[in-house]
């Protein structure tokens, strides 16, 4: 849990900061770009929730709850089903696209892209109808160096 990058509560109430885990990934990332391995890499840094920022954007309304509803207390039929607040996700590769993606992207979509790249089938009907992520990729460009810090 030390290296949990959640903000201090619960089983991490004795972490002080994100710092930790933050840094640990990023020695991952920095090893990775210092192997040979490097040069075929697409790594995807992504979290669990939003963090509790407000975000301007409203999600988009993709699909509705259209099952039933708890027995007591507020019903959600017709609510937002699939999608919520923006979370972050940097996409680092040698094939990188600098700036952010403008497409529409889930936590999905890396199944999608894992799927796509390596010839697999979908594993049900939510991944198969999700993007790959491709657009966050020039494969044509010179390659990008490996980050340094």
């Not at 988009?60 to 959600?76: R, S």
Request: proline residues 8%.
């Amino acid at each position: 849990m030390e290296l949990s990058e959640h903000p201090p509560y619960g089983k991490n109430a004795g972490q002080q900061t994100v710092k930790l885990g933050s840094q640990w990934t990023a020695e991952r990332v920095r090893k990775l770009g210092q192997s040979k391995l490097w040069a075929s890499s697409a790594i995807f840094i992504t979290w669990d929730d939003w963090g509790g920022w407000y975000d301007h954007v409203d999600p988009p309304l993709k699909n509705k709850w259209t099952g039933g509803g708890p027995a007591k207390g507020p019903g959600y039929t017709n609510t937002q089903f699939s999608y919520g607040t923006r979370v972050a996700c940097l996409v680092i590769s040698p094939y990188s696209k600098r700036g952010i993606a403008k497409g529409f992207h889930s936590h999905v979509s890396l199944v999608k892209f894992c799927e796509t790249t390596f010839g697999m089938k979908p594993l049900n009907v939510r991944d198969q109808a999700s993007d790959d992520m491709s657009d966050c990729f020039d494969f044509k460009q010179t390659p990008l160096p490996p980050p340094t810090q």
